[in-house]
């Protein structure tokens, strides 16, 4: 079945440090790839998508490319913030246009100033 | 144009009592989601409704939880005989029909004593 793996927290950087975060998947076919951001105490949004091989999904000063070669959606920020310091999901959804999604673990970063 | 509404926000029941949690979708949304998210961890899939259907419920309990989505009016995540380990945050998420990307609610963090 679908899975997706992602970099265990909790991580914390300095302020304008540079940001990854790691995720891989396992899918059948060619899913759709998402970045969700949960703040303490709230919903998750969304803060980027990618829907094939190769787009790179942006939002925010975030990004994250879609590499069907390593199943890959790294997230990286060249120059991160205290308002960064959440919690970051990835999640996949196949194709299909109606399936769920499945998420990772959850990534909690916090930013120092 | 309205998000997914979830209410109540907070919930706070007693070990065996009942606890309903509502979900109006996004307009225009016919596709609904259920997820629960237990303290420090991901996001969980429960079960997937269309209006008047159940599509999927591979995440739902055996026991003691049902959920619907009629035809007018909010889904209801429905919990018999709380106990504590119910205790969770509690999203729901919408989708057009063979819309990508699914869109979540603030949640009902629900808290049984």
């Known amino acids: 079945g679908d899975s997706v793996t992602q970099m265990e927290g909790p991580v914390t950087l300095s302020e304008e440090a540079f940001l990854t975060i790691n995720c891989t998947y396992t899918a059948t076919g060619y899913p759709s790839l998402f970045w969700y951001v949960q703040y303490p105490g709230e919903g998750l949004q969304l803060l980027l998508k990618?829907?094939?091989?190769?787009d790179k999904g942006s939002n925010k000063g975030f990004e994250a490319t879609y590499r069907k070669e390593t199943t890959s959606f790294h997230l990286e920020k060249g120059s991160v913030q205290v308002s960064d310091s959440a919690v970051y999901f990835c999640?996949?959804?196949?194709?299909?246009?109606?399936?769920?999604?499945?998420f990772g673990t959850g990534t909690r970063l916090t930013i120092i100033p | 144009n309205a998000g997914v509404m979830q209410n109540p926000r907070h919930l706070v029941r007693r070990r065996g009592q009942e606890a309903r949690l509502r979900c109006s979708p996004m307009k225009g949304h016919s596709h609904v989601y259920w997820y629960r998210q237990l303290p420090e961890e991901g996001l969980k899939f429960m079960v997937y409704l269309q209006k008047e259907n159940i599509i999927d419920e591979s995440g739902m309990p055996k026991e003691r939880f049902s959920a619907e989505f009629p035809k007018e009016g909010p889904s209801i995540l429905r919990i018999q005989q709380v106990v504590r380990g119910d205790s969770a945050a509690y999203f729901c998420a919408s989708s057009e029909s063979g819309e990508n990307t699914i869109y979540f609610g603030e949640g009902s963090w629900l808290t049984v004593v």
């Open positions: 990618a829907t094939k091989a190769d």
């Open positions: 999640a996949l959804r196949s194709k299909g246009g109606n399936e769920k999604l499945t």
